[in-house]
Structures are given as C-alpha cells and as structure tokens.
C-alpha cells in the first residue's frame, strides 16, 4: 500500500458550509464522536459511531469502526465524517478510504465550528416527568 493512502493527503476536507450544502443535497452524516458527546447534540440526521473511547486507561480505538461502518453505510455512499474538532474525523475518514469508502469527506472544525456558525443541531428533549 504506497504511503499516501495513509496521510491526510488522501482525505478530502470540506469546511461546515460546504458540509450544510453536501447535506441537502444527499450526503450521510457520520458523527464518531462518544455517544456521551452526541448525546448532548448533534447535525439532524447524524449516525453516531464512536471513533474512540474513553475508557480509565485513557483514550481508545474503536476496533470495530470500520465493521460498524460498514453494517450502516455502503461504499458507494457519500459520506461526511464529524466529529468535535475535526481531528478524530480526519483519523476515521482516512479508516473508511483506505477501507474502500469511495466518497467519505471529513468536516474540518467539527461539530464546534457547526455550533459557531449557528447552523441547527438537534439537542435531547428533557423526559416528561
């Protein structure tokens, strides 16, 4: 495998408005942030499949992501991968490419640059008491 494949060179990086146009017009949203994380909000519509873990030895790998991916989304299909920052995303999205994801796209700033721009999130309902 040439070691391009394997740098971020090989990972397209959309900034959040080009990743709001790439929504209306089809595109999935994968967000790998912790389910903790994408509990407390996250883009309408979004998949969540933890990239990393934090566990009490610290941070890691999900070792079924690309698995979990892939029971969810096809190969074929266009995908923006998310996360908090944009790092974890950019990790993940060079996983899926190099896994065969055709057109995975990484959201660069993540889901705190989607925040910054005011763009809609879905946030949790409070339960009805």
């Not at 146009?21 to 979004?46: C, I, P, Q, W």
């Not at 933890?50 to 991916?69: A, L, M, S």
Request: aromatic fraction near 8%; charge should be positive.
């Amino acid at each position: 495998m040439s070691p391009t494949l394997w740098s971020s060179e090989a990972v397209e990086t959309v900034d959040v408005h080009a990743v709001k146009r790439l929504m209306s017009s089809g595109h999935r949203y994968l967000d790998v942030r912790t389910v903790d994380e994408f509990n407390k909000g996250h883009l309408k519509n979004a998949i969540n499949i933890p990239y990393i873990f934090f566990t009490p030895q610290g941070r890691e790998k999900n070792p079924k992501f690309v698995e979990q991916v892939s029971l969810v989304c096809n190969k074929d299909d266009h995908i923006v991968v998310g996360c908090q920052s944009g790092m974890r995303s950019l990790k993940a999205t060079m996983d899926l490419v190099n896994a065969g994801f055709k057109h995975a796209k990484n959201m660069g700033g993540g889901y705190a640059a989607w925040l910054e721009n005011g763009f809609v999130v879905k946030k949790p309902q409070e339960e009805p008491k």
